[in-house]
C-alpha cells in the first residue's frame, strides 16, 4: 500500500515539473501588442471579429497593429494545438490533483483571425508559415489562404507536399486536401479571386483523380461547389466566364 502510495505521489511531482516545465517554455513567446489599451488577443477574442467583417473596430485595430501582430501570431501556432499539449492533457485528465488544462483551439483559431484580417499585410509572415506547415498542417494553410495573392506560390507548395502521417485510420498526407479546402474558403470570402485561383486548377482536377482518398475527396467537392468539371476541356464556358 505504502509503495502504491509512493508511486502515485511520484507520478503527480513529475506532472507538476512537466506542467511547470511547459508553462515556463510557453511564457517565453513574443511580447503581446496592444491598441487603444487593449491587447491584441482581446481585439480577437471580440464577437465582432468572428465574422471576417472588416469594417468592424477589431479588425481597425489588427490592421493598425500591422506587421508588429506577426510574431505574437505566429508564436499562438506553436503555442495552441500543439502535440505536446494534447499529449500532457491526456495525462492530466487521468488524475484529480491538478485542475489546468493546456487551451487547445483558442489559439489556434485566434491566429487565424488575425491573419485573416491582416490579409496581405502578413505578406512578410509568409516564410515563417510555409516552415510551420508540417509541425501545423491543419491550420497553416488556411493562415495562407487569408493573406490572399501574396500567398499563393506558396499555396501552390502546399498542393504538392504530400508529406505522410501515422493517424488511427493509417497513413495520411492531408496537407493538399487540408489546402484544397483553404482556398475555396479564401474564395468565398473574397480573400482570393477566382482568376487568382485558377493557378489551382490543374493540381486540384489531377488530385481528385488521385488514390490519396482524403485529399481526392477534398478536390471533388472542390470541383463540384464550383461548379467545375473534372476535365478542362468540359467547363470551358463556366472557366471563361468566371475563372479568367
Same mark, same amino acid.
Given at each position: ?28 513567446? !513574443?511580447?503581446? $501588442? ?6 491584441? @488577443?482581446?481585439?480577437?477574442?471580440? #464577437?465582432? /471579429? +468572428?465574422? %471576417? ?70 505578406? !512578410?509572415?509568409? $516564410? ?6 508540417? @509541425?501545423?498542417?491543419?491550420?497553416? #494553410?488556411? /493562415? +495562407?489562404? %487569408? ?98
Amino acid at each position: 500500500m505504502r509503495l502504491i502510495h509512493r508511486k502515485s505521489l511520484f507520478l503527480s511531482a513529475l506532472m507538476v515539473a512537466a506542467l511547470i516545465a511547459v508553462m515556463l517554455w510557453q511564457a517565453r513567446s !513574443p511580447d503581446e $501588442p496592444t491598441y487603444d489599451g487593449k491587447r491584441l @488577443s482581446d481585439w480577437l477574442d471580440e #464577437p465582432s /471579429a +468572428l465574422g %471576417g467583417d472588416p469594417n468592424t473596430a477589431p479588425a481597425a485595430a489588427v490592421r493598425a497593429i500591422g506587421t508588429n501582430a506577426i510574431p505574437w501570431l505566429l508564436s499562438e501556432f506553436k503555442r495552441g494545438g500543439s502535440t505536446l499539449d494534447w499529449r500532457l492533457n491526456e495525462l492530466l485528465q487521468k488524475q484529480r490533483l491538478i485542475k489546468y488544462r493546456f487551451p487547445f483551439d483558442q489559439r489556434v483559431l485566434r491566429a487565424l483571425r488575425g491573419f485573416y484580417t491582416l490579409g496581405p499585410l502578413a505578406e !512578410p509572415a509568409i $516564410p515563417n508559415l510555409l516552415e510551420l506547415v508540417e @509541425s501545423e498542417p491543419g491550420c497553416i #494553410p488556411e /493562415a +495562407l489562404a %487569408g493573406i490572399g495573392a501574396p500567398a499563393l506560390p506558396a499555396l501552390q507548395q502546399c498542393l504538392t507536399n504530400a508529406k505522410s502521417y501515422a493517424t488511427s485510420a493509417g497513413q495520411l498526407a492531408p496537407i493538399p486536401g487540408i489546402t484544397i479546402g483553404a482556398i475555396s474558403s479564401a474564395i468565398t470570402a473574397g480573400r482570393i479571386s477566382k482568376p487568382e485561383a485558377a493557378i489551382f486548377l490543374p493540381a486540384i482536377r489531377a488530385w481528385a483523380q488521385s488514390t490519396n482518398q482524403y485529399t481526392a475527396d477534398y478536390a471533388t467537392n472542390f470541383l463540384q461547389h464550383w461548379h467545375l468539371a473534372l476535365s478542362a476541356d468540359d467547363d470551358s464556358y463556366e472557366l471563361s466566364r468566371a475563372w479568367k
